[in-house]
């Protein structure tokens, strides 16, 4: 597994107050594959879509309880009539939609005692090449980001798309 090393607080957003933590280079991300990374102690799974948006969902997968979710399997699903980008864990095969670490598909299985089925998910910034993972998670608002191309994107019940 992946992990990206740690590189401390680059910036606070003066609008929102978010604390950002760079964490690798986008290069550095391969598409469609998970990398593992430290935001302020977390374990968190990063993923690179096919148009460079990155994705942030926690390492941890409520199911199993292993920290594996950088090793699932990205695909996508219709969703309310809209192709959203999926992991599956590589445990027991559950499926997530990566901007709002919803469980969309449990394979009858219940999540371990305590434990939210759903992914938190972390807003991702992509600035000069740089991944930037926002320091605190956040689960099922709306964002507005950029992706490293700079198109702007507007996702509903999404956290993770970059900006």
Do not use: N
């Amino acid at each position: 597994m992946s992990v990206l090393a740690e590189q401390g607080v680059t910036g606070v957003d003066d609008v929102t107050e978010e604390r950002w933590v760079g964490v690798c280079r986008l290069v550095h991300l391969a598409y469609e594959r998970g990398a593992a990374a430290l935001v302020e102690g977390e374990q968190v799974a990063l993923f690179r879509l096919v148009d460079d948006t990155v994705l942030a969902v926690q390492q941890r997968d409520p199911f199993s309880g292993a920290h594996v979710m950088a090793r699932g399997i990205v695909g996508s699903r219709t969703v309310e009539g809209e192709s959203v980008p999926t992991v599956a864990s590589p445990m027991h095969k559950q499926v997530f939609d990566l901007r709002t670490g919803r469980c969309l598909d449990a394979v009858g299985k219940q999540p371990l005692g305590g434990l939210a089925p759903d992914l938190l998910v972390w807003p991702v910034r992509v600035v000069d090449g740089d991944v930037r993972v926002a320091v605190a998670p956040v689960a099922g608002t709306s964002t507005t980001g950029t992706s490293a191309a700079g198109v702007s994107t507007t996702e509903a019940s999404t956290t993770g798309s970059t900006s």
